[in-house]
T-cell receptor, first 112, second 116 residues
Framework: TQLLEQSPQFLSIQEGENLTVYCNSSSVFSSLQWYRQEPGEGPVLLVTVVTGGEVKKLKRLTFQFGDARKDSSLHITAAQPGDTGLYLCAGGSTSGTYKYIFGTGTRLKVLA | ETGVTQSPTHLIKTRGQQVTLRCSSQSGHNTVSWYQQALGQGPQFIFQYYREEENGRGNFPPRYSGLQFPNYSSELNVNALELDDSALYLC???????????????FGQGTRLTVV
């Protein structure tokens, strides 16, 4: 069974601080997606990484896929209150069921 | 705005009843996946439909069933509702099969189901 663990589960920081969220597994994934979800809404896709070692930047957000495609990280520089939300990583299953396996999420709160 | 719409947005049902949730996929997408998200958890895969056929199913009982129509919209049906079925149900549409194919999935806003 492929599982994804996210850490930390909760994070409360001041505006302007930097943070990193981790997504780890003992399994290999075909790809890794990061989503942000607001309360009562569906997840919104932020980025997809496919190649081991790949790094993608989206403004103040930097995403990295581990060399072995088993883990990923999301780094936010100079966090803003608008970054508040639930961050979810999702791995493309390699077991042939065409599903995405989601982590349990990291709930981020950025205080003004 | 992903172009994926779900209805209804909220629903309250009694234990033992049946429920049907609907999803309209993004234009040009032929694949719909359904996920269940319990409070405080990440979404769990229920099943995926590709060109009107089920392609892959998660660890959910047969009480959970689905359909995909020729226009690629989809329904999720749950029979004999239990209290533990209370959750946010998410529909995601994609250009093709997701998961191992690296195809990106775009989610609707979800249907919040409460079973009392």
């Amino acid at each position: 069974t492929q599982l994804l663990e996210q850490s930390p589960q909760f994070l409360s920081i001041q505006e302007g601080e930097n943070l990193t969220v981790y997504c780890n597994s003992s399994s290999v994934f075909s790809s890794l997606q990061w989503y942000r979800q607001e309360p009562g809404e569906g997840p919104v896709l932020l980025v997809t990484v496919v190649t081991g070692g790949e790094v993608k930047k989206l403004k103040r957000l930097t995403f990295q896929f581990g060399d072995a495609r088993k883990d990923s990280s999301l780094h936010i520089t100079a966090a803003q209150p608008g970054d508040t939300g639930l961050y979810l990583c999702a791995g493309g299953s390699t077991s042939g069921t065409y599903k995405y396996i989601f982590g349990t999420g990291t709930r981020l709160k950025v205080l003004a | 705005e992903t172009g994926v719409t779900q209805s209804p947005t909220h629903l309250i049902k009694t234990r033992g009843q049946q429920v049907t949730l609907r999803c309209s996929s993004q234009s040009g997408h032929n694949t719909v996946s359904w996920y269940q998200q319990a409070l405080g958890q990440g979404p769990q895969f229920i099943f995926q439909y590709y060109r009107e056929e089920e392609n892959g199913r998660g660890n959910f009982p047969p009480r959970y069933s689905g359909l995909q129509f020729p226009n690629y919209s989809s329904e999720l049906n749950v029979n004999a509702l239990e209290l533990d079925d209370s959750a946010l149900y998410l529909c995601a549409s994609s250009l093709s099969l997701t998961g191992a194919t690296n195809t990106e999935a775009f989610f609707g806003q979800g249907t919040r189901l409460t079973v009392v």
